[in-house]
């Protein structure tokens, strides 16, 4: 899930990433070409209910490719992605337009 918030004095988008439930993950990473790939940067901080969640400040007027990564070896996209996009490893990436 994914839930936008756009700041009225910066040209900057906080898009908050929510995995969800079902992908009974230990740890969860987000994953994109906003933070180069890293598989450590964007940690999910686990919340009540079990979920994972993590806001980040996007620069507006662009395109991110991103992904989830679970446990250290599961990639997932966002259900609630804008669209999706090859990523040359026979699979597709996230995209989320801000």
């Not at 079902?22 to 901080?45: R, Y």
């Amino acid at each position: 899930m994914l839930e936008k918030k756009y700041l009225k004095t910066k040209p900057v988008c906080e898009v908050t990433f929510i995995a969800p439930l079902k992908w009974q993950g230990e740890s969860v990473i987000l994953a994109g070409d906003f933070n180069e790939w890293s598989e450590s940067t964007h940690p999910m901080k686990r919340q009540k209910d079990g979920s994972f969640k993590v806001t980040v400040k996007l620069d507006t007027g662009r395109e991110y490719a991103f992904r989830y990564l679970v446990n250290g070896t599961e990639w997932h996209n966002d259900d609630a992605a804008d669209r999706y996009q090859p990523n040359g490893f026979g699979e597709e990436n996230s995209i989320i337009s801000v």
